[in-house]
């Protein structure tokens, strides 16, 4: 495997946006820089690359030095590439990529809090060098009626309401993942403490990043970005970002003016789940302008 990140379905989403040598492409979630390096090998004229990550840009810029002329990197989350494009003086793009999983390395990283095995500082931040609060501050700050609206609508956990009142109970108590992750498995027990504690972890990384709202904000940007021809493709991992997706597809086809690509998601082959078990919960979807 990639030592950082392994890019998932990246043959689909070559063939997805079907890059030009006269076509500039959005890669909106760069993470590996996977996907933007299928884009330019088949032969894409530029790509655009956004990611909140800085040590996700380091590594991909180092890379793909050698497409250094038709590669732009940029230090930014995607609901602001509306910002980015008119910086670079671009109207409209011939094909947007967003992958909205995690990439391996901050899974991996226990320092960046993502993931409940291992001990590592609660922090859950794309962007370490941001300002936003970290998870470690939702637990200890916000009041229990919040705690427990974030597990409920973002990990769609049915405990909601006894876990956020024994994060309440104990949040001085909780410093690290590790902590956390003790504290679930007192609430719900042994049996049923990994789908909970991934569940409670996507939760709080959901709350903490406003993944939900800059989905909403980039998708439109796309749609709105797209020459004619062009496409929007997006991997989704968990309901609630497909149901945004699937929603605003279909409302976009409505206007007459995009069709869906495909009607069901398409899904990664069994020969790449044994490879990249990652690829096993992703879904694809595709979206063209008239």
Same mark, same amino acid.
């Given at each position: *495997?990639?030592?950082?990140?392994?890019? =998932?379905?990246?043959?689909?989403?070559?063939? @997805?946006?079907? +890059?030009? +040598?006269?076509?500039?492409?959005?890669?909106?979630?760069?993470?590996?820089?996977?996907?933007?390096?299928?884009?330019?090998? @088949?032969?894409?004229?530029?790509?655009?690359?956004?990611? *909140?990550?800085?040590?996700?840009?380091?590594?991909?810029?180092?890379?793909?030095?050698?497409?250094?002329?038709?590669?732009?990197?940029?230090?930014?989350?995607?609901?602001?590439? #509306?910002?980015?494009?008119?910086?670079?003086?671009?109207?409209?793009?011939?094909?947007?990529?967003?992958?909205?999983?995690? $990439?391996?390395?901050? =899974?991996?990283?226990?320092?960046?809090?993502? $993931?409940?095995?291992?001990?590592?500082?609660?922090?859950?931040?794309?962007?370490? !060098? $941001?300002?936003?609060?970290?998870?470690?501050?939702?637990?200890?700050?916000?009041?229990?009626?919040?705690?427990?609206?974030?597990?409920? !609508?973002?990990?769609?956990?049915?405990?909601?309401?006894?876990?956020?009142?024994?994060?309440?109970?104990?949040?001085?108590?909780?410093?690290?993942?590790?902590?956390?992750? #003790?504290?679930?498995?007192?609430?719900?027990?042994?049996?049923?403490?990994?789908?909970?504690?991934?569940?409670?972890?996507?939760?709080?990384?959901?709350?903490?990043?406003?993944?939900?709202?800059?989905?909403?904000?980039?998708?439109?940007?796309?749609?709105?970005?797209? @020459?004619?021809?062009?496409?929007?493709?997006?991997?989704?991992?968990?309901?609630?970002? #497909?149901?945004?997706?699937? #929603?605003?597809?279909?409302?976009?086809?409505? $206007?007459?003016?995009?069709?869906?690509?495909?009607?069901? +998601?398409?899904?990664?082959?069994?020969?790449?789940?044994? =490879?990249? +078990?990652?690829?096993?919960?992703?879904?694809?979807?595709?979206?063209?302008?008239?």
């Amino acid at each position: *495997m990639d030592e950082f990140h392994r890019s =998932v379905m990246c043959e689909e989403i070559v063939k @997805a946006l079907l +890059p030009s +040598p006269h076509g500039v492409y959005v890669d909106a979630t760069l993470g590996g820089g996977g996907h933007t390096a299928a884009l330019l090998e @088949a032969g894409a004229e530029k790509v655009i690359a956004l990611d *909140m990550d800085g040590e996700a840009l380091a590594y991909a810029g180092l890379r793909m030095a050698r497409f250094a002329e038709r590669l732009s990197l940029h230090h930014s989350n995607f609901r602001y590439l #509306d910002e980015v494009l008119d910086q670079k003086g671009i109207e409209s793009v011939q094909g947007v990529i967003f992958d909205l999983g995690l $990439s391996w390395h901050q =899974v991996r990283s226990q320092q960046r809090g993502f $993931s409940y095995q291992g001990d590592g500082a609660l922090d859950m931040r794309f962007d370490a !060098e $941001s300002d936003s609060p970290t998870a470690l501050e939702i637990i200890r700050g916000e009041p229990k009626e919040k705690i427990e609206r974030i597990l409920r !609508e973002y990990g769609e956990e049915s405990k909601a309401r006894r876990i956020a009142q024994a994060i309440v109970e104990h949040r001085r108590e909780v410093r690290t993942t590790r902590d956390l992750a #003790d504290l679930l498995r007192q609430v719900v027990g042994t049996r049923g403490f990994r789908k909970t504690a991934m569940r409670a972890f996507q939760a709080l990384r959901i709350a903490v990043n406003d993944e939900l709202e800059n989905l909403r904000i980039g998708l439109e940007t796309a749609l709105s970005r797209l @020459a004619s021809g062009g496409r929007v493709a997006a991997l989704a991992y968990h309901s609630l970002e #497909d149901r945004i997706v699937k #929603d605003r597809y279909r409302r976009a086809e409505q $206007s007459q003016e995009y069709r869906r690509v495909n009607r069901k +998601p398409i899904f990664a082959s069994e020969k790449e789940v044994k =490879v990249n +078990p990652a690829a096993r919960s992703a879904r694809l979807r595709v979206l063209e302008k008239l």
